[in-house]
């Protein structure tokens, strides 16, 4: 049962254009969720995260939506760049009672020149 | 400052055989974790654990065993590998419950 699902494994877009990685999730209690970006050989890092009482959280370039009727998040690349090119994987975790986060299996974004 | 760091980087395995892999941070951690990244799996929860001393099963924990006998160590066993474990293992450690993680570089296992 996957509780976090990313449904595009991959996205091309040309560099200079918007990227738009979508994220949906089943569990209602989910209150916290972030994005990491992961290049080849290395781990996940941080990316940008939104708390369930927030629907929009803007860090220069990237800004993540949530829109919890939905329970659906995305995470948006503005302009993007040929750097911004590796897997981004969402996660959610329910900040009190619980330990851990639910990642969803990730999407390979490729930024064209 | 060194984050989390994961040894070893790779690994092959004959079915069977066991092994260790060790997972350090030196960022005083409370909260550590080990994944498993499988194509088209995402990152899957095999053990955590809340404090030195603790352990707790994920999603994924048969056929793994952790330890945290130091606050600073999470390791995590296999006794008997086998090929569905041939996988790319990485270890994440947060100061708090909910916060962010901090992620070794991997381990990439191969058992055949």
């Known amino acids: 049962d996957q509780q976090v699902k990313q449904n595009s494994p991959s996205l091309s877009v040309q560099e200079g254009r918007i990227s738009i990685l979508n994220c949906d999730y089943t569990?209602?209690?989910?209150?916290?969720f972030l994005w990491y970006k992961k290049y080849p050989a290395e781990g996940p890092t941080f990316l940008i995260s939104i708390s369930s009482i927030k629907d929009k959280n803007e860090d220069g370039r990237f800004t993540v939506f949530l829109n919890k009727s939905a329970k659906h998040l995305s995470l948006h690349i503005v302009p993007s760049q040929p750097g911004d090119s590796a897997v981004y994987f969402c996660a959610a975790t329910i900040t009190s009672g619980t330990y851990k986060y639910i990642f969803g299996t990730g999407t390979r974004l490729k930024v064209l020149a | 400052n060194a984050g989390v760091t994961q040894t070893p980087k790779f690994r092959v395995l004959k079915t069977g055989q066991s092994m260790t892999l060790l997972c350090a941070q030196d960022?005083?951690?409370?909260?550590m974790y080990w994944y498993r990244q499988d194509p088209g799996m995402g990152l899957r929860l095999i053990h955590y654990s809340v404090g030195e001393g603790t352990t707790a099963k994920g999603e994924v924990p048969d056929g793994y065993n952790v330890s945290r006998l130091k606050k600073q160590n999470f390791l995590l066993g296999l006794e008997s590998a086998a090929p569905s474990q041939t996988s790319v293992y990485f270890c994440?450690?947060?100061?708090?419950?909910?916060?962010?993680?901090?992620f070794g570089s991997g381990t990439r296992l191969t058992v055949v």
């Open positions: 994440a450690s947060s100061h708090r419950q909910g916060g962010r993680y901090t």
């Open positions: 569990n209602s209690m989910f209150d916290y």
């Open positions: 960022m005083n951690h409370e909260y």
